[in-house]
């Protein structure tokens, strides 16, 4: 058991399973170069035939994997940043999503697509979008937001051996946070499975990826003005664990997501209308969604960082839940 | 041999009056409300996807695209599932959920036949990838049309497939047209084979309606696929005869006596006319296209008894696992 970051995390999680199965490798774009630190030491361990850089080629390189995937391979594709996704959306939605489906089962698509959500760091609209929600949208992928540096090693080693092609977002809010590790090399965590991160009595925060650590932070301040706030992290949004949030709303009878992504549409709106359509009868006022501001992210820094969930916003709104008798919105 | 003939020269025949018979039987059904949604034929094409899929084993990989009928059986599908997948039955090779456009039978090393335009290059070019880091020998040959050649997939898969020499042949079926717009209009270079020099890609242009020049051509890629020359592009200049969907013809153009004059060089009738020139008796073809005849209506029968998928099967193959069944289709 040894402290390790999130981005640690990655690596290793990459490294066991690449050492376990030898039709698991990776490519992408700057593998080699390893400009984030996950595939430090891979090119000596692995050779070049299974860590590949890509030619700067998003619709190519990621169709490839499908193709690869097809045949028995397992790649897990290192997209660097969760935009650059967008010029590969042809290959994720029309062939990765649903080429399983349109062949009636003949296929299988076992492939890991990683990016990052790299927000927060006056690196302006093309290169902080937060998109996951996009991607529920269309039946096919798993989704996974993990905000632990030990759920992003469980969830990615699942990933990895999921038969079901899986993206999975790591947001760089969370890259620096620690975890205890365990040691074994079949620590594993379901897709699919939510998590409390702290468990409370008055009203349940239901955050995604850097949206947990914010929750937390708002729930010891809330603690401290006597509100009990439970803080739910689904971690993979496809599946969803319904359960574990509506039976947390059902306790706590109050809800607010709190989702890094622009709010129409979001991760945070489908779990709002889920608390709404299945625990209405439970709740003691309305759902509230923390998102970002439906604007472009600017680069200047004075203004970034406003729109952006923050636990003072989240402590605002708990407060205003907790003592409504009015109407109330976020 | 069989009457001057060998057996491969009548198998080539043979799934070449396949795909024209079943095609006919399935335009006839279809104008009459029997199998729903667009059918996009591949008549006139039949001596490049035949020709190609000789020159691989059935374990080689294939993927291709909306025209879907004619690769898989030329790489020798059954008829059966195709069919009932025209149909939409439970019993057709995708189990009702593909149709038309998708008919991809993974028993023959069908990949996929993909709608998107240009879509299938990319993946052809990771199955040849996966073929090549399991060294099992495998090539994977994508189909695709002139108008593929215009999307950034196809210059995207090429380029991987060049820098990594991977076992891939590069099919493109120059039918003249992307829906209506004529290559001539759409596509810069005369020959679209010249593309591939962007790539280092060695290139072969061939008779589309000769299905014996196809085969060599790919036969030739195949073998420099096989033994580590990385891919190949091969143009097949072809032509079909429907339209980009058959009844669509309001939006297109009117091709006036071009389609009589590519239907001169039919590569059914051309192919025919060499077989029997070389020896093979007419009775013997005669006899062929009647088991094709009697194979295609099998098939149409095997497809009209077959039933319906139920309504859960919806929810079958989104992934590995079915997903939930919501309740108002429970009810």
């Known amino acids: 058991m040894a402290k390790v970051t999130f981005l640690e995390a990655i690596r290793q999680a990459q490294m066991e399973e690449m050492t376990r199965d030898e039709r698991v490798f990776i490519m992408g774009e700057d593998i080699i170069c390893n400009v984030f630190g996950t595939t430090t030491g891979f090119v000596d361990a692995f050779g070049t035939e299974r860590v590949r850089d890509t030619p700067i080629s998003e619709n190519g390189f990621i169709g490839a994997a499908a193709g690869a995937s097809m045949v028995g391979m397992r790649p897990i594709v290192d997209a660097t940043i969760s935009s650059f996704l967008y010029p590969a959306m042809d290959q994720i939605m029309s ?14 698509l076992p492939l890991v697509i990683r990016s990052c959500l790299f927000y927060g760091n006056s690196n ?10 996009m991607f529920m949208n269309v039946p096919g992928l798993k989704i996974m937001v993990p905000s632990t540096a030990y759920d992003m090693k469980g969830m990615l080693k699942a990933a990895v051996r999921d038969d079901d092609p899986v993206l999975c977002f790591e947001d760089s809010t969370c890259w620096t946070s620690k975890s205890d ?28 990826g850097g949206g947990v650590p914010l929750a937390l932070k708002a729930a010891a301040t809330l603690a401290k003005e006597g509100i009990s706030a439970e803080v739910v992290d689904p971690r993979s949004l496809v599946p969803l664990d319904k359960e574990i949030i509506l039976r947390s709303v059902r306790k706590t009878g109050r809800a607010i997501t709190v989702d890094p992504a622009h709010q129409s549409c979001s991760a945070g709106s489908e779990i709002a209308a889920l608390i709404a359509e299945h625990a209405f009868d439970s709740l003691r006022g309305p759902v509230l969604r923390i998102a970002t501001a ?14 952006y969930p923050s636990a003072e916003r989240i402590i605002a709104a708990a407060r205003r839940l907790v003592g409504a008798r009015e109407a109330v919105d976020a | 041999m069989t009457d001057g003939q060998n057996d491969r020269s009548l198998e080539k025949y043979r799934r070449m ?9 399935a335009e006839a059904i279809h104008a009459q409300g029997e199998i729903p949604g667009a059918l996009h034929t591949y008549a006139g094409q039949e001596a490049s996807g035949v020709g190609a899929c000789m020159a691989l084993n059935t374990e080689d990989y294939m993927v291709g695209t909306h025209r879907s009928h004619g690769h898989p059986i030329a790489k020798g599908a059954k008829l059966r599932p195709l069919m009932a997948e025209l149909l939409g039955k439970a019993t057709g090779i995708c189990k009702g959920k593909g149709g038309s456009m998708h008919l991809s039978d993974f028993s023959v090393g069908s990949l996929g036949e993909t709608s998107i335009v240009g879509s299938g290059v990319p993946v052809a070019a990771g199955a040849a990838l996966g073929s090549k880091m399991q060294g099992n020998g495998r090539v994977a040959l994508c189909f695709f049309g002139d108008g593929a050649t215009n999307e950034g997939a196809f210059h995207e898969g090429l380029n991987i497939a060049a820098i990594w020499k991977l076992p891939a042949i ?22 679209i084979a010249e593309r591939a020099k962007a790539y280092g890609m060695p290139s072969i242009i061939v008779d589309g309606q000769d299905v014996d020049a196809v085969e060599a051509a790919v036969a030739e890629a195949v073998e420099r696929a096989r033994t580590g020359g990385g891919p190949t592009f091969v143009e097949t200049k072809t032509y079909r005869y429907a339209d980009h ?85 429970k009810a």
């Open chain 1, 95 to 108: 062939i990765i999503a649903k080429s399983r489906y349109i062949y009636g089962g003949q296929a299988r």
């Open chain 1, 124 to 133: 302006a609209a093309q290169h902080s979008d937060r998109n996951y929600s």
């Open chain 1, 181 to 208: 590790m365990p040691d074994d090399p079949d620590f594993l965590i379901p897709l699919g499975k939510g998590d409390i991160k702290r468990e409370g009595t008055d009203l349940s925060i239901i955050a995604i």
């Open chain 1, 294 to 307: 439906e604007t472009h992210v600017p680069f200047s820094p004075p203004i970034e960082k406003a729109l």
């Open chain 2, 17 to 25: 009056q396949r795909i024209r018979q079943f095609e006919d039987l």
């Open chain 2, 170 to 191: 590069f099919v493109c079926e120059n039918n003249g047209y992307a829906v209506s717009t004529p290559a001539s209009v759409a596509v810069p270079v005369k020959d």
């Open chain 2, 245 to 329: 969907a058959v009844n669509m013809g309001r939006i297109l153009l009117d091709r006036g006596a071009e389609v009589d004059e590519w239907r001169e060089r039919d590569p059914l009738k051309l192919y025919r006319a060499k077989l029997i020139a070389a020896g093979t008796a007419a009775d013997l073809l005669d006899r062929i296209e009647k088991e094709v005849a009697d194979e295609v209506a099998d098939a149409l029968q095997f497809a009209r008894d077959s039933a319906y998928p139920t309504q859960e099967e919806a929810f079958d193959d989104v992934f590995v696992d079915r997903l939930p069944i919501p309740d108002f289709i």
